[in-house]
Structure formats: structure tokens, C-alpha cells
Nanobody, 124 residues
Framework: PVQLVESGGGSVPGGGSLRLSCAAS?????MGWFRQAPGKEREAVAR????????YYDDSVKGRFTISHDNAKNTLYLQMNSLKPEDTAMYYC????????????????????WGLGTQVTVSS
């Protein structure tokens, strides 16, 4: 297993920026960010293969959010720019092992490792 701890959430006005961090207890090569707004399902925001740097973004955040990983620190980041009120949600760090059928390759599944979340609130 791997433990994940998020930080960096907060309240910002629309158009502002935040950077989320997720410290992992060990290296794992497939990590990402999800978010869940009140009354809505949890949705994937971005994913990265930390060994190759290959990334994926949901259309709603493309061009505004950037996912990255510091292998030396086992820390995942999400730089969020041009924030909108609709970005308001609890943001969760997640991880999985990259095998066939895992979330890394099949978005219909869910990763097994989750952090507790960090709240992001964007005011209009």
C-alpha cells in the first residue's frame, strides 16, 4: 500500500491560482487528481505516469491545470490557474499500479489508494 497526504487547498477569487501537493509514502508510477463537488460524483481531473511524464487531463481543465511529479520527493502537484467557481470541490490525490485493467489504463475503474482530500473554493 501507499499513503497519500494532500495539502495546498484554500479559498481564492475567480481567476486566481492554487498549487496542490500530495506527499506519497513511497514511489508509485501512476498518480492523479480527482475532485468531488457537493451533490456530484467524484471525477478524474488529471493523471500522470511518473516514470515517463505522460499526462492526461479532463477537458474541463485543459490549458488551466498542470500535473507534475517530483520523483526525488515522491510528491505530486497540481498547479491550478485561471480558477473558476465551478472548480470548487474537494480535491483528492489517488494512485494505482500500472497494470492492465488498472485505473492507469481504464478510466472506468477506480484507483485503490486515496488521500483524505483538500478543499478548494473559488468565489465569483
Amino acid at each position: 500500500p501507499v499513503q497519500l497526504v494532500e495539502s495546498g487547498g484554500g479559498s481564492v477569487p475567480g481567476g486566481g491560482s492554487l498549487r496542490l501537493s500530495c506527499a506519497a509514502s513511497r514511489y508509485i508510477s501512476c498518480m492523479g487528481w480527482f475532485r468531488q463537488a457537493p451533490g456530484k460524483e467524484r471525477e478524474a481531473v488529471a493523471r500522470i505516469f511518473t516514470d515517463t511524464g505522460v499526462t492526461y487531463y479532463d477537458d474541463s481543465v485543459k490549458g488551466r491545470f498542470t500535473i507534475s511529479h517530483d520523483n526525488a520527493k515522491n510528491t505530486l502537484y497540481l498547479q491550478m490557474n485561471s480558477l473558476k467557481p465551478e472548480d470548487t470541490a474537494m480535491y483528492y490525490c489517488a494512485a494505482d499500479r500500472p497494470y492492465s485493467g488498472s485505473w492507469c489504463y481504464d478510466f472506468r475503474t477506480r484507483p485503490p489508494y486515496w488521500g483524505l482530500g483538500t478543499q478548494v473554493t473559488v468565489s465569483s
